[in-house]
């Protein structure tokens, strides 16, 4: 949306003059100072542009510049030298209205950069296309061009046009430029020969020197020393800020652009270097014999150079240097020059090379500029004309170029005037006049045909007889003794008569912008522009076409003895076509001002401003503007602005523009008297009433803003709220997609076994089915074949060898038997009865008759080693295997024994002589004799005693003697006690009531205790005559001594019994037996 704007918005002071309240003179440059302070260099009084010069690169010509002021209203935006460009352009685009642009202001007030802005800012709008850029080419690159040969530095300006210019750009109906047309005005070409101190000559010679390359410098003759040139002012040849060598480029760049021939630049540049070559030229008096001096050239080098390079045959010049020829009627006389003429010859000349050269440069640039069509073009004129200049010395330039600002002034006057009471008559509002200084008296005091300075200076040049300066002068002081703006000492005003400040050879004119004081000296001269025939009848003959062309007049078949017209003439006649041209076309106004005169930026000088502000007469211009109503607006923009100060007219009001105006300033109740309506725009008298409503529209804004604020705010919110409301339900869609996604692919997954279960289920009752099937198809099978196979087998079994299979299978057998058999027996274990190894069985199903062949095998391995025994060791061994069975397990004594042999008779008494006696008692055989101990009934200590055994007996007798002691019968044992610890006790139980048993039982003690009892065991086993005879094993029991009994107890014996046994008699019922511990 674009955004509506105006010069009202975001002001710094006031952007145009008219509003300014209250108007004064400090007011109006309070308010300039202001805005140019915050770099707001341009201000507006109505259409006219005031323009200070910033004196530095402003950031406000950029292409973002141009395009916001592009097709903008003029009061849109901030004031800008743009808006005006670009209001001119339209109107000549759209309303086919010619433009012309009027730049004025003092010298260095930026004229000159504000034509190249406008111009820039032109071609930046209109149309693009090739051959439209190629004429926007040309015509921007005829500034660098004219400015290197037409500019030079002043003290006022670095950069100072030093001629008028005025340039026609020639536009086709849609707005794009065809070409144009440039007119110049007077050069000052005095500055070719002498600048004033401190100031140069034209840029070009120094950029010649400077930037020309060797090889170029080499051809024009040049040397790159600017000191060896006379015309060259030396004191300030470098400017800061300018490089003459990079500018030099530049121009011949531009020179090329604009369509200059590269022979037409060379020769252009030989006429350059010639001027330089004839300030070099200097003349020495010769005395003749008629006693005048006649001058001489003193050193023929340079003019032989110049020569040279112009194609001049050097004693023609020679010879023009030295005589005048002056020709009237039919007669021609020739007269000599003496040195000073011999010098103003020079000078004219190179016054004149120049200025021609200058005019043939615009000539040359307007051949490749101008439209090429023959249609109607639409103009925009662009001035640009030397500012108003009050040097110290002033001369006929200075009164020449002030005439001309005093016509811009005029013209200014009356079309401002003109244009304001136009608008007012287009508009239907009654005009009241206003007093301003009109300054047509001036240009009257100047112009005047019949008395007018430059007619007298005219008819003064062109008066036979005496004609100098001071003539001239005498003659103002009669004619314009009585004008108000003319001041001169010796006028026949005595007004003037004591004033010291005005020399006797001077006058003084009140122009507009101050009182100039002009120095005479030069006027009739410089009026006449004189050049000798003789030097342009030798230029003519020169060997250059450029040259000849310069200087027609020279042609010795156009003799033409009438005189030109004079410098002044020219000037005036081209100044009123100049000003006639303006006449016809829309001014729009530029109105220069100078800050300061330090070329420096920030400075803004009261006084100079001050000055300039007045002679233009801007307050007078403010106050035209204003005297009828300060400020006028179409209705449009005015109620497009002001719409909100009224309920019936906003938001937006239906009707007219005019109508809604009306409405709006009813409600607002502004008195009647404030306003007018006109035609398209209303009218506001006083800057306050704007100023009223500008300020109830800025309240407005503010409570509109609060508004657009709170609405935005809603909206914005509501926006945000839509959007998150939005992606909710994205999110939620998403999201339930998501799940269901989710959920589905669970159900699918879920149906997929379900389904793979069903199918699983229903294929496995399928496959038990056809299982099923299959098996009753293959019992069937099998049955039928079985069937079939008994069928058969019954039908032929006759044929059959029966059995065949059972004796295969028993064959076998037998075979494995076999080889089993010879297997063990060729791997049977050693015939010891105690060696338990036995090879492995080869088949499991052999296991049982393996383990039974094991066991026969050690049986009969027994039976075979039991068979190596002799009687005798066959009887030790049924012994020892009775002994194990009485007393294995049962008496301690008993593993100690198991490695003795029974050897039973230990005594051998019928061997030994010693018991011969006792041998002979003993009828039966001794089975076994051996030394006891018998234990004292009384107290328990033991003696010796021999103990036999025979089949039938027990004999007891001495050890020593052998004294039978006692002999019981076998039969009257009852039995035997013993103990169960490993002593050697046993008692001998005797039958109560057998003889025996009268001295009571025996207690004895044995180192063989396991032989004799087993033995009496055996011997009572085998006796078949009496019944067998306890053997009673226990730790207490009793023991028939006599008529008592006594208990004989076993104790385990402590330490103090050693390893012996101790038999003690406790009481007479006990006896105890302490055994010593085994280990
Ligand atoms: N708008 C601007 N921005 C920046 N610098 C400027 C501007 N206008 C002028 N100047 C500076 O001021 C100098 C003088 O300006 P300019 O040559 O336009 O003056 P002028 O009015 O043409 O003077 P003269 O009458 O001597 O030709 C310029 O060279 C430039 O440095
Ligand atoms: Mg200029």
């Known amino acids: 949306?674009?955004?509506?704007?105006?010069?009202?918005?975001?002001?710094?002071?006031?952007?145009?003059?008219?509003?300014?309240?209250?108007?004064?003179?400090?007011?109006?440059?309070?308010?300039?100072?202001?805005?140019?302070?915050?770099?707001?260099?341009?201000?507006?009084?109505?259409?006219?542009?005031?323009?200070?010069?910033?004196?530095?690169?402003?950031?406000?010509?950029?292409?973002?510049?141009?395009?916001?002021?592009?097709?903008?209203?003029?009061?849109?935006?901030?004031?800008?030298?743009?808006?005006?460009?670009?209001?001119?352009?339209?109107?000549?685009?759209?309303?086919?209205?010619?433009?012309?642009?009027?730049?004025?202001?003092?010298?260095?007030?930026?004229?000159?950069?504000?034509?190249?802005?406008?111009?820039?800012?032109?071609?930046?709008?209109?149309?693009?296309?090739?051959?439209?850029?190629?004429?926007?080419?040309?015509?921007?690159?005829?500034?660098?061009?004219?400015?290197?040969?037409?500019?030079?530095?002043?003290?006022?300006?670095?950069?100072?046009?030093r001629f008028g210019k005025y340039m026609d750009i020639e536009f086709d109906f849609k707005g794009d430029p065809l070409g144009g047309v440039i007119s110049n005005y007077l050069l000052e070409k005095s500055r070719v020969v002498k600048q004033p101190r401190g100031e140069r000559n034209f840029h070009i010679f120094y950029q010649l020197l400077s930037g020309a390359s060797d090889d170029t410098l080499k051809k024009l003759k040049l040397d790159r020393d600017f000191s060896k040139y006379n015309y060259l002012s030396l004191d300030s040849a470098a400017v800061s800020g300018l490089d003459d060598a990079a500018n030099f480029r530049t121009v011949r760049n531009a020179m090329q652009i604009v369509g200059f021939m590269e022979d037409e630049m060379q020769s252009v540049l030989e006429l350059v270097a010639a001027v330089l070559k004839l300030g070099n030229i200097e003349f020495k008096p010769e005395s003749r014999c008629n006693g005048i001096d006649e001058s001489r050239i003193k050193d023929k080098n340079d003019l032989k150079e110049m020569c040279e390079l112009l194609g001049i045959e050097q004693s023609v010049l020679e010879r023009a240097f030295s005589y005048r020829t002056v020709e009237a009627k039919m007669e021609k006389v020739s007269t000599t020059l003496n040195v000073a003429q011999a010098y103003y010859a020079r000078d004219a000349l190179a016054k004149n090379l120049y200025s021609r050269l200058f005019s043939w440069l615009v000539t040359r640039i307007n051949e490749s500029i101008k439209a090429q069509a023959k249609t109607r073009h639409k103009v925009m004129g662009v001035l640009d004309i030397y500012g108003f200049e009050i040097f110290e010395d002033n001369s006929f330039e200075q009164f020449i170029i002030n005439y001309c600002n005093e016509k811009l002034q005029q013209i200014f006057i009356e079309l401002t005037l003109r244009e304001e009471q136009e608008e007012y008559i287009r508009e239907d509002i009654e005009w009241t006049n206003i007093e301003y200084f009109n300054n047509a008296v001036i240009c009257d005091l100047i112009e005047n045909n019949q008395n007018g300075i430059m007619a007298m200076l005219d008819e003064e040049c062109l008066r036979p007889g005496t004609v100098t300066d001071e003539t001239f002068l005498d003659k103002l002081n009669t004619i314009c003794a009585e004008h108000q703006h003319f001041e001169s000492r010796l006028s026949k005003n005595s007004k003037f008569l004591n004033d010291h400040s005005l020399p006797h050879n001077c006058f003084r004119i009140q122009h507009y912008a101050g009182k100039v004081l002009y120095r005479v000296e030069g006027f009739v001269d410089k009026n006449n522009d004189l050049l000798y025939r003789d030097l342009s009848q030798a230029m003519y003959k020169a060997n250059h076409s450029l040259i000849k062309q310069l200087f027609p007049e020279g042609n010795p078949a156009k003799v033409n003895l009438k005189r030109p017209p004079t410098a002044g003439f020219q000037f005036k006649a081209s100044v009123g076509t100049l000003m006639g041209n303006l006449q016809t076309k829309n001014p729009n106004y530029i109105r220069c001002i100078k800050p300061n005169d330090k070329k420096a930026s920030h400075i803004f000088t009261d006084t100079l401003v001050r000055h300039q502000a007045r002679y233009l007469g801007l307050m007078e211009n403010v106050r035209v503007r204003r005297a009828g109503y300060a400020f006028r607006q179409a209705y449009e923009p005015c109620l497009e602005r002001y719409k909100m100060l009224c309920k019936k007219t906003w938001p937006h009001w239906k009707g007219p523009a005019r109508e809604g105006v009306e409405v709006l300033m009813a409600d607002l109740q502004v008195p009647m008297e404030e306003y007018s309506y006109g035609r398209s725009k209303i009218f506001i008298r006083n800057p306050r009433t704007l100023f009223f409503l500008e300020e109830r529209r800025k309240q407005c804004l503010q409570d509109l803003a609060t508004l657009i604020q709170k609405i935005y705010r809603g909206w914005k919110c509501r926006t945000h709220f839509l959007l998150l409301k939005k992606s909710q339900i994205v999110v939620a869609a998403w999201y339930r997609r998501y799940t269901q996604q989710k959920k589905y692919q669970q159900i699918k997954r879920a149906t997929t076994v379900v389904q793979s279960y069903t199918r699983g289920w229903q294929a496995r009752k399928i496959l038990r089915e056809l299982k099923y099937q299959k098996r009753c198809k293959e019992a069937v099978t099998t049955i039928a074949a079985y069937w079939h196979g008994t069928q058969v087998r019954r039908e032929y079994r006759k044929f059959f060898r029966a059995n065949a299979g059972k004796k295969i299978y028993d064959f076998t057998i037998q075979r494995i038997m076999q080889k089993y058999f010879l297997g063990l027996k060729s791997s049977l274990p050693s015939m010891s009865p105690i060696d338990k190894s036995w090879p492995a069985r080869p088949y499991i199903f052999l296991d049982g008759v393996h383990n039974e062949l094991r066991r026969i095998f050690h049986l009969w391995r027994c039976?075979?080693?039991?068979?190596?025994?002799?009687?005798?060791?066959?009887?030790?061994?049924?012994?020892?295997?009775?002994?194990?069975?009485?007393?294995?397990?049962?008496?301690?004594?008993?593993?100690?024994?198991?490695?003795?042999?029974?050897?039973?008779?230990?005594?051998?008494?019928?061997?030994?002589?010693?018991?011969?006696?006792?041998?002979?008692?003993?009828?039966?055989?001794?089975?076994?004799?051996?030394?006891?101990?018998?234990?004292?009934?009384?107290?328990?200590?033991?003696?010796?005693?021999?103990?036999?055994?025979?089949?039938?007996?027990?004999?007891?007798?001495?050890?020593?003697?052998?004294?039978?002691?006692?002999?019981?019968?076998?039969p009257d044992l009852a039995s035997v006690s013993v103990s169960t610890q490993s002593d050697g006790f046993f008692a001998l139980r005797l039958k109560e009531g057998s003889t025996s048993a009268i001295k009571g039982d025996f207690l004895l003690s044995s180192e063989h205790l396991i032989e004799i009892i087993t033995k009496l065991h055996r011997i009572g086993a085998t006796a078949a005559d009496r019944e067998q005879f306890n053997i009673d094993i226990s730790d207490e029991f009793l023991v028939q001594f006599k008529q008592d009994k006594v208990c004989v107890k076993f104790i385990q014996g402590g330490p103090k019994n050693g390893n012996s046994v101790s038999c003690k008699r406790k009481n007479n019922r006990l006896l105890e037996v302490a055994v010593p511990t085994t280990p």
């Open 863 to 970: 039976k075979k080693y039991r068979n190596q025994f002799t009687e005798e060791k066959k009887t030790v061994y049924e012994e020892k295997l009775e002994a194990s069975e009485l007393f294995k397990g049962k008496k301690a004594l008993y593993p100690s024994s198991v490695r003795q042999p029974f050897k039973g008779d230990y005594l051998e008494i019928s061997k030994n002589p010693k018991y011969q006696k006792l041998s002979s008692v003993v009828e039966d055989k001794i089975l076994l004799s051996d030394v006891v101990n018998k234990i004292n009934r009384a107290n328990g200590k033991s003696s010796a005693r021999i103990f036999l055994l025979t089949k039938k007996n027990v004999i007891l007798a001495d050890q020593k003697t052998g004294q039978l002691k006692a002999s019981v019968p076998l």
């Open 1 to 161: 949306m674009e955004v509506k704007t105006s010069l009202l918005d975001n002001m710094i002071g006031v952007g145009d003059m008219v509003l300014l309240e209250p108007l004064s003179e400090d007011s109006f440059l309070e308010n300039l100072k202001n805005r140019f302070d915050h770099n707001e260099i341009y201000t507006y009084i109505g259409s006219v542009v005031i323009s200070l010069n910033p004196y530095r690169s402003l950031p406000i010509y950029t292409p973002d510049k141009v395009e916001e002021y592009r097709n903008r209203n003029f009061y849109e935006l901030s004031p800008h030298i743009y808006a005006l460009a670009d209001e001119a352009y339209r109107s000549l685009r759209d309303q086919d209205k010619d433009q012309c642009i009027l730049i004025t202001g003092e010298s260095g007030a930026g004229k000159t950069e504000a034509s190249k802005l406008v111009m820039s800012y032109v071609a930046a709008v209109c149309g693009k296309g090739q051959e439209v850029n190629k004429v926007k080419e040309q015509l921007l690159q005829s500034n660098p061009v004219l400015e290197a040969f037409g500019n030079a530095k002043t003290v006022r300006n670095d950069n100072s046009s």
